[in-house]
């Protein structure tokens, strides 16, 4: 018997596609009210929506607009559940689970599959992205979930979105804003280009009213950041905090690692700082010093 430490879950492996995720669900997908085996016609009222799920936002024009389609030509994808305390939780699908309810269907096409908590929160991760249905501040947190509860790492991550570790990590950074700038990214005021700009910013929330004021480009909006950093005067032959140079150091290696990185230098030496936010992340920056795999 094997005496080493239990270990964080393993990644599933579940970046090889929804397709192969829901196994032949596009194989088993009703067309035009026809019904295939593993299709089965279930009580709306008897389906609860996930309360992980990662998308927040439901825009209610375009929720009107499915459930006219529905009302006329009736739910033609099914959608993918898992049995949950006597009832059935939604697993993907939760957008046309409630235009059902807004064309007042009494039962819907599902599949009803078996997922653990994980796969679950997973696949609806899955679902959206590929749909392009999150905004980058509800990506950003269902990433920073699966960091922090199911073990993920960055490079995990990527292959599991089929996205650059970078993306993972410029969207993980924009948790670093204030509250009242994630709201504005989450509502489609900021883009994400814009708040990336504004992390560094000594006061990101009024920055962030004055893009939207003016109506600032992300390029601008990156030069009004820059104005707004305090200067610290050049002594010892030590360079601004604002040099060009050092900022796009500090964001190239910021991208790779995930993490704020602040640089400092000197003609005879200089330092670099990562700051980290969690526990996760401490042990992160310890295993790639240690040379451990993540």
Partial sequence: ??????????????????????????????????????????????????????????????????????????????IVVRPHAGRYQIVAGERRWRAAQKAQLHEIPVIIREFSDSDAFE??????????????????????RLVSEYGHSQETLGRL???????????????????????????????????????LAPDPAALADEVVRRGL??????????????????????????NADIEALERQLGDILGLKVRISYKRDG??????YSSLDQLDMICQRLSGERI
């Fill in 270 to 275: 200089g330092s670099v700082a990562l700051h």
């Fill in 1 to 78: 018997m094997s005496s080493e430490p239990p270990l964080k879950r393993r990644p599933s492996g579940l970046g090889r596609g929804l397709s192969s995720l829901l196994g032949e669900v596009a194989e088993e997908t009703a067309v035009s009210g026809s019904s295939r085996a593993g299709v089965q016609q279930i009580a709306v009222a008897s389906i609860d929506p996930h309360p992980d799920q990662p998308r927040r936002e439901f825009d209610d024009e375009a929720l009107a607009e499915l459930a006219a389609s529905i009302r006329t030509r009736g739910l033609i994808q099914p």
């Fill in 161 to 199: 979105v089929h996205k650059s570790r970078s993306h993972v990590a410029n969207l993980m950074r924009l948790l670093e804003l204030p509250t009242r700038v994630r709201n504005m990214v989450a509502t489609g005021d900021l883009s994400m280009g814009h708040a990336r700009a504004l992390i």
């Fill in 123 to 144: 696949v609806a991760l899955l679902e959206n992205i590929q749909r392009q249905d999150l905004n980058a501040i509800e990506e950003a947190e269902a990433y920073k």
């Fill in 217 to 242: 480009s992300v390029r601008d909006t990156e030069r009004l950041a820059r104005e707004h950093k305090p200067r610290t005067p050049a002594a010892d032959g030590q360079r601004t905090v604002a």
